[in-house]
C-alpha cells in the first residue's frame, strides 16, 4: 500500500446512507465525532480490504481507461512503451515545472509576477509586454529594482510558501510511486519537499544553488535528490530569477548548467508542467543536442495544440532537442494521473 495511493484512497472516503448517498462530512453519536478515514481505520482488516477493492474496481480501470485512450493518439501508444524501458533501465528523472504545482493553488510564474508588480513603482503595461514576449528575466529584473529588496523577497516567499500541506492536490502526489533516480525542478515552491515527506520518501538531499555541485559526490543509489536548479524561496541568495542570475548559472561552469549537461547525457527526463518554450532550460537541452548525436531520449506529457498543424510544428520543436511529446487532449490533472498511474509498478500499490 503506497503511501501516495493511500491518501487518494482516503481523499475519497465519505460516509454513506443506506441508498449509497455521500453523507458530507464527519458525523456525530451524541457529542463524539467521527471522520470516515479514523472510522474505517478502527478496523484494520476491512480498511485494508476497502483500499483494495477501491484499488483494483475503481481507481486502476477508471485510469486504464483514459490513458488507453490517450495512447491511441499521435504516436504516443510507441513512446509510452519507450518511457517505461526507461523505468525498468533506472534512468527516470522527472523534470518539474510550475504546471505541477497549479492544482495546489500555486500561481504560474507570469502570474506570481503579476501580483509582485502591485507591489512596486514598475508600471503594470511594461510588465505585460515583457510577459508577451516571454522576457520572464527581464521582468523580474525590473520589479526588483523597483522595490526594496526585502520587499521583493518577502512577496516571493509568500507566494511560494505551503501553508497547509494537506492542501496540496493533483498528479504530483503521485510521483513518489514511480520510480526514479533524483527529482529535477524550476520550482522555487516548496510543494515536492512537502509530497514525498507525505508519501514517506523524504528526500536524502535538497540541493539548491551553489549546492547543485554536490550532487556527483553525494549521489548513491540509496539516496533521494531534489535538485533545485533555480534555487529556493527562502534562500535568496541561492534563486535564479533575473537576467544576471540566469547569465550566472548558465554560464560555463555554472552549477545548474553542469548538473543539467550531465543529467541529459546519462539520464532521461520527463518533463512535467513545463511550457517548454524559449528558456535557458530549452536552450541548453538544443545545445546539448546540437552536440551530441547520442543523447538520451527525454519526454514530457503535453496538451496537444488545438489544430494539427499547431501539433506538428511544436512536435518538430521539440523533437530536435531530444524531447518526444506524450500528447493528451482533455484535463490536465486527470490526464497527467492517468499516464502517471500507469508508470507505477504493480507491487508498489
Known amino acids: 500500500m503506497h503511501p501516495a495511493l493511500k491518501q487518494l484512497f482516503e481523499a475519497q472516503l465519505s460516509f454513506q446512507q443506506e441508498d449509497r448517498t455521500p453523507i458530507s462530512g464527519n458525523v456525530y453519536l451524541g457529542r463524539t465525532e467521527f471522520s470516515p478515514i479514523k472510522t474505517l481505520g478502527m478496523d484494520p482488516v476491512t480498511y485494508t480490504d476497502e483500499y483494495n477493492r477501491w484499488l483494483d474496481e475503481v481507481w486502476r480501470p477508471d485510469q486504464t481507461r483514459l490513458r488507453n485512450r490517450l495512447l491511441k493518439l499521435w504516436g504516443n501508444d510507441g513512446r509510452y512503451a519507450d518511457l517505461l524501458k526507461v523505468i525498468e533501465r533506472d534512468q527516470l528523472v522527472p523534470f518539474i515545472g510550475s504546471g505541477m504545482s497549479v492544482p495546489s493553488g500555486f500561481p504560474e510564474w507570469s502570474d506570481l509576477l503579476r501580483e509582485i508588480q502591485t507591489y512596486t513603482t514598475f508600471p503594470a503595461d511594461e510588465l505585460e509586454g515583457l510577459l508577451a514576449n516571454s522576457q520572464f528575466e527581464e521582468a523580474a529584473a525590473q520589479l526588483a529594482q523597483h522595490a526594496p529588496r526585502q520587499l521583493f523577497d518577502e512577496r516571493i516567499e509568500h507566494g511560494l510558501r505551503v501553508e497547509d500541506a494537506s ?3 493533483g498528479p504530483i502526489s503521485l510521483l513518489p510511486a514511480v520510480p526514479h533516480l533524483a527529482v529535477i525542478t524550476t520550482n522555487l515552491d516548496d510543494v515536492l519537499e512537502h509530497v514525498y515527506t507525505q508519501a514517506e520518501s523524504d528526500f536524502s538531499h535538497v540541493l539548491a544553488g551553489a549546492d547543485l555541485s554536490r550532487y556527483r559526490t553525494l549521489k548513491d543509489s540509496k539516496s533521494r535528490f531534489l535538485l533545485k536548479i533555480h534555487g529556493d524561496y527562502l534562500h535568496p541568495k541561492s534563486r535564479v530569477l533575473t537576467v544576471e542570475e540566469y ?4 554560464i560555463q561552469g555554472g552549477p545548474p548548467r553542469e548538473e543539467l549537461t550531465l543529467l541529459f547525457r546519462t539520464c532521461s527526463l520527463l518533463f512535467l508542467g513545463c511550457s517548454l518554450g524559449p528558456d535557458r532550460t530549452v536552450q541548453l537541452v538544443q545545445e546539448i543536442a546540437s552536440s ?3 543523447i538520451q531520449k527525454h519526454f514530457t506529457f503535453l496538451k496537444a495544440p488545438n489544430s ?5 510544428q511544436r512536435e518538430h520543436f521539440l523533437t530536435e532537442r531530444g524531447i518526444f511529446p506524450i500528447w493528451y487532449d482533455g484535463s490536465h490533472d486527470a490526464c ?3 499516464l502517471l498511474a500507469g508508470l507505477i509498478p504493480t507491487g508498489m500499490a
Do not use: F, L
Open 308 to 312: 494539427n498543424p499547431e501539433r506538428i
Open 167 to 169: 492542501g496540496i492536490q
Open 292 to 294: 551530441d548525436g547520442h
Open 336 to 338: 497527467i494521473t492517468a
Open 247 to 250: 547569465n550566472a548559472a548558465y
